[in-house]
């Protein structure tokens, strides 16, 4: 259904420098979700136990590092979600997929009304500002279009 493996191969055998964090159980997953208490969409959840997270070094996406949902360090979706929630007033339904410099913050909308988009949160103004892609799969596959 999704095709993560292809994608990944794909920009791991492009001259880009990679970093992947390892596959995610679907416990830790779930753990994560309950941490957060997010649902996250089918597609982003079979991303995370493809690959756990990462990307294109100095671009990564947000993940579970090292199969421990726990984590909360840069680069896990704990950490930048919790820290958007707190310091930028992240509404609770989105989950934190990318943050640079904070400036820039890349969200999946987990609401019901949301239906899994990627979105764009500007912490300036604390507000979701636009629509970046329909679903993670969609985004992904953009992300490695590209770079690759």
């Not at 990944?8 to 159980?25: L, P």
């Not at 934190?96 to 949160?121: H, M, R, T």
């Amino acid at each position: 259904m999704y095709d993560y493996q292809s994608l990944i191969q794909k920009i791991d055998s492009s001259d880009e420098e990679t970093f992947w964090f390892g596959a995610a159980s679907k416990d830790q997953i779930q753990k994560l979700e309950n941490l957060l208490q997010l649902s996250f969409p089918e597609d982003f959840s079979a991303f995370l136990e493809v690959c756990g997270g990462g990307g294109v070094v100095e671009s990564e996406i947000c993940g579970i590092e090292k199969n421990d949902a726990t984590l909360a360090r840069g680069g896990t979706i704990n950490y930048s979600t919790n820290y958007c929630r707190s310091d930028y007033d992240l509404p609770a339904d989105l989950a934190v997929i990318f943050l640079k410099d904070d400036e820039i913050c890349w969200a999946i909308n987990c609401s019901p009304q949301g239906k899994g988009k990627v979105v764009s949160y500007n912490i300036f103004r604390k507000q979701i500002e636009k629509t970046l892609a329909e679903n993670f799969y969609n985004f992904f596959k953009h992300y490695i279009e590209i770079r690759a």
